[in-house]
């Protein structure tokens, strides 16, 4: 049992370049998260997903696209990275009800 | 909307003294309040969370929090603080917003920092 996992760990980009971060869960979680985490702001939530085929926007969804691509599966996609864009991703899942989300480890991108 | 504040940057504590990490909210209606770790270089973990009943609620790794409805505050706590628990320490409240989709919203995080 894995829980949520991303890929890439570590990004590097140039400015304009674009590119897709993966989350997978094996939890059969219905709803999924993405977040960015900066310093001294916590984390602000990007998009979200309240079941396969459903997308919405979070707090802070400009330069950003998402898919939710079967039940497992949670992208987040940059159409064109800007170095407001450098900062941790981090995906969660959760399952029905008052509880918790389950984060996985995140991916660290740096936009030049 | 529903919000959290974490007024301290950063705690210090010796090992083995008690450690608390402070929380405020504010919400509308009922508070869905949640306590989380981050070790360096991973990703988020719980600890532990008030939905209703006892105020004092017990969690992982020798963890636990009071609610307080008067002060609208949700206090982290554990009585002996180890090294190990030197983290950033996050805490959040649901939001049901418009939709009535959960979110979590989250406070700007507590360095705790446990010297030996």
């Known amino acids: 049992n894995a829980g949520v996992t991303q890929t890439p760990k570590f990004q590097v980009l140039k400015t304009g370049q674009s590119m897709t971060l993966q989350c997978a869960q094996d939890m059969n979680h219905n709803s999924m998260y993405w977040y960015r985490q900066d310093p001294g702001m916590g984390l602000r939530l990007i998009y979200y997903s309240a079941s396969e085929g459903t997308t919405d926007k979070g707090e802070v969804p400009n330069g950003y696209n998402v898919s939710r691509l079967n039940k497992r599966e949670f992208s987040l996609r940059l159409e064109s990275a800007a170095p407001s864009q450098t900062s941790v991703y981090f995906c969660?899942?959760?399952?029905?009800?008052?509880?918790?989300?389950?984060f996985g480890p995140g991916t660290r991108l740096t936009v030049l | 909307a529903q919000s959290v504040a974490q007024p301290e940057d950063q705690v210090n504590v010796a090992e083995g003294n008690p450690l608390t990490v402070k929380c405020t909210y504010s919400?509308?209606?009922?508070?869905?309040l949640f306590w989380y770790v981050q070790y360096p270089n991973r990703g988020l973990q719980f600890l532990l969370k008030y939905i209703t009943g006892d105020n004092l609620v017990k969690g992982s790794y020798g963890f636990e929090a009071e609610f307080n409805k008067s002060q609208t505050s949700f206090h982290l706590k554990k009585p002996s603080a180890l090294v190990s628990d030197s983290a950033l320490y996050f805490c959040a409240v649901r939001d049901s917003g418009n939709t009535g989709f959960q979110k979590l919203v989250f406070g700007t995080g507590t360095r705790l920092l446990v010297s030996p």
């Open positions: 969660a899942s959760r399952e029905q009800g008052i509880n918790e989300q389950f």
């Open positions: 919400v509308s209606g009922n508070p869905y």
